[in-house]
Structures are given as structure tokens and as C-alpha cells.
């Protein structure tokens, strides 16, 4: 069975920092792209960042300078780590397999970025 779980979300004042994680199990993690992804209150879910299984990365305009997705393959883990954050960040944010027409999604966690 495939699990994804994130974690790492929460309150963070603007110009802060947090680092999400998704831990997952049930798949060959290493050989896989992973992805994050975002939906803020009443908008489309939209992609954050990438990373191929070689480490290749790319991101949305919207973070790039500002966030970094790694993967540790030896803990079967992703991280996003941000910086600078901005109100605009704020959404819920999820990990992702792509894989066509079935993506594996975990159950997203909560960034807030509020003063």
C-alpha cells in the first residue's frame, strides 16, 4: 500500500522560514520524480516544485531563489525547504508521485503565512 505523509506545516510570520517533509512507503522511491504541490483558498492546486530521480530540479516562477525540494533515498524522503515566505504562500501543501493518469498524493498540510 502506498503512503505519503507530510509534515512540517504551520504558522510562520512573512520573511520566515519552514521545511516540509513527505515520508513514503509502498513505492520504489528512488527510482521516481517527486513533486509538491499547493492550493491556496479557492484556486487551482498548482505545482511548486520538481525533482527528477537523478536530483535534476525545477520550479514555479512564484519560488524559485526562494524554496529548494531535495530527496534523501536512503529515508525514502522529500523535503521542500522555503524561505522568504510570503502571504501569498499560504495554501495546503502536498506531496506527489507523478505517474499519468494516477498520481500518488499525500493528505496535504497547512502553511500559513500571517503576521
Known amino acids: 500500500q502506498v503512503q505519503l505523509v507530510e509534515s512540517g506545516g504551520g504558522l510562520v510570520q512573512p520573511g520566515g522560514s519552514l521545511r516540509l517533509s513527505c515520508a513514503a512507503s509502498g513505492i520504489a522511491f528512488s527510482i521516481l520524480a517527486l513533486a509538491w504541490y499547493r492550493q491556496a483558498p479557492g484556486k487551482q492546486r498548482e505545482l511548486v516544485a520538481l525533482?527528477?530521480?537523478?536530483?535534476?530540479?525545477s520550479y514555479a516562477d512564484s519560488v524559485k531563489g526562494r524554496f529548494t525540494i531535495s530527496r534523501d533515498n536512503d529515508k525514502n524522503t522529500m523535503y521542500l525547504q522555503m524561505s522568504r515566505m510570503q502571504p501569498e504562500d499560504t495554501a495546503v501543501y502536498y506531496c506527489?508521485?507523478?505517474?499519468?493518469?494516477?498520481?500518488?498524493w499525500g493528505q496535504g498540510t497547512q502553511v500559513t503565512v500571517s503576521s
Open positions: 525533482i527528477s530521480k537523478t536530483g535534476t530540479t
Open positions: 506527489n508521485v507523478p505517474r499519468g493518469s494516477s498520481d500518488y
